[in-house]
């Protein structure tokens, strides 16, 4: 999904998803949608915490941050919305390519297929009307764990290091 910030007070989330899916379907347009996005998680060891020398009295958590945006969900099936939707992804995500690297454009193929492929996907659109969001990133650990949990995931994977980053902010 995408957000367009310039649509509704707290923007409007545009996807599309595959005609066989059935959540295009099983929508209702007098009840509230709900679109969940999940950040960084990962398991917080002890063995991290400057208490567990100092006292030992600690046990291991989840860290993670997510957040829900509730609206009514919209559902589209008009091919020429569908088709400029799928073209502004595409140029988003082939723009990260590497320099060099010629980007691939919806264009490039046949527009047989492309239509055939358009028949295929329902676009649905959210305007938000409310946000929530949670997260626990070791807030509730003294100063010296969260040094410490940063220290034990920043040599972590991709999203041990992205948790780190979200407790970094928090440690004074």
């Given at each position: 999904m995408e957000i367009d910030a310039t649509a509704g007070a707290l923007g409007t989330l545009r996807g599309h998803v595959a005609r066989a899916n059935p959540v295009w379907k099983a929508h209702r347009p007098d009840a509230?949608?709900?679109?969940?996005?999940?950040?960084?998680?990962?398991?917080?060891?002890?063995?991290?915490?400057?208490?567990?020398?100092a006292t030992g009295k600690v046990v291991p958590t989840w860290n993670y941050a997510t957040v829900h945006a509730h609206g009514p969900l919209r559902v589209i099936e008009d091919a020429a919305w569908l088709r400029r939707f799928v073209e502004q992804l595409t140029d988003r995500h082939e723009a990260t390519r590497p320099a060099g690297e010629v980007p691939w454009q919806v264009s490039d193929a046949p527009e047989a297929f492309i239509e055939t492929m358009i028949q295929a996907i329902v676009g649905i659109e959210l305007p938000i009307a409310r946000l929530e969001g949670k997260w626990k990133v070791s807030q509730n650990r003294p100063d010296e764990d969260r040094a410490?949990?940063?220290?034990?995931?920043?040599v972590g994977d991709p999203m041990q290091r992205a948790m780190a980053e979200l407790v970094r902010e928090r440690v004074p």
């Open positions: 509230e949608a709900m679109a969940v996005f999940q950040g960084p998680q990962c398991y917080i060891t002890p063995a991290y915490y400057a208490t567990k020398a410490g949990v940063v220290a034990g995931l920043e």
